[in-house]
């Protein structure tokens, strides 16, 4: 079961082609309740797309869909508490999508979570059953439950957000470095999907793209006036994430499917 956020009036008018990069487009946005999903839906919002956003709180995803609809008066932007770790409840959730709009042009996922310890030999295995589940296993539902539909797209992408830690995990981030680790190795996999279903149906290259944005950390406001004295060294705004998910579709299926767009020093 789903419980759905909505904006009656832009819904209205959903088919109605808007100002912006991503003019007429249709995103979903995975864990959009966070700091990272507000700067994004209010983002997207802004660049004229279709918004969808889901997340497990429906009190800090009903605040990110306010704030996307306020930023963007008339856009339409959506949410639903969607059960990511349940593939059909997601393959459901991709499907009311595209019925409802038509298309499915992307899907961001934001969903995250870190555990760690001081040591390695003091990692707690507790930490690895709940990353599972957070950092992979909603990967690979989304990945599934979204494949064809973004295939289908003349500008499809999946983008995964990562973090540098899995190319060079530290001793105390073993569950959390890992956990990222197979979730780059499964969006890579699907974009080797991608690949191939370019040269299956004659194409120059890939229609769509699968890639991974990767950060050291993220900062937000409210970090910030937690901590005024913390310089948040090589962490990326979660805003500055945003404006680079969205120019993600600025650049073609060729330019990003299968790699890493590193948004901070590589280790």
Known sequence: ?????????????????????????????????GPAGHATLVRLAE??????????????LAEAVDAARYARGGAT??????DLLDLDNTRAWADRIEKEHGRIDGLVHLVGGWRGSATFAETDLADWDL????????????SLAFYDALQRSDRGRYLLISAAGASKPTAGNAA???????????????????RKAGI????EGPRSAAAILVVKALVHDAMRAERPNAK????????????AIEGVWGKTAAEVNGNRLWLTEKP
Do not use: C
């Open 1 to 33: 079961m789903s419980d759905r956020v909505q904006n009656t009036a832009a819904n209205k008018g959903k088919n109605m082609v808007g100002n912006g990069s991503l003019s007429g487009a249709v995103i979903a946005v995975a864990g959009a309740g």
């Open 232 to 243: 948040f060294a090589g962490f990326t705004d979660v805003k500055d994430l945003a404006e």
């Open 47 to 60: 660049a004229g797309a279709v918004v969808v956003g889901a997340d497990n709180n429906p009190v800090r």
């Open 176 to 194: 959390y470095s890992a956990a990222k680790a197979a979730a780059e190795a499964w969006t890579l996999a699907m974009a080797d999907g991608f």
């Open 200 to 203: 299956t149906e004659g194409a």
């Open 131 to 142: 990353l599972e589940k957070l950092l992979i296993r909603t990967v690979q539902h989304t």
């Open 77 to 82: 932007v959506t949410g639903e508490t969607v």
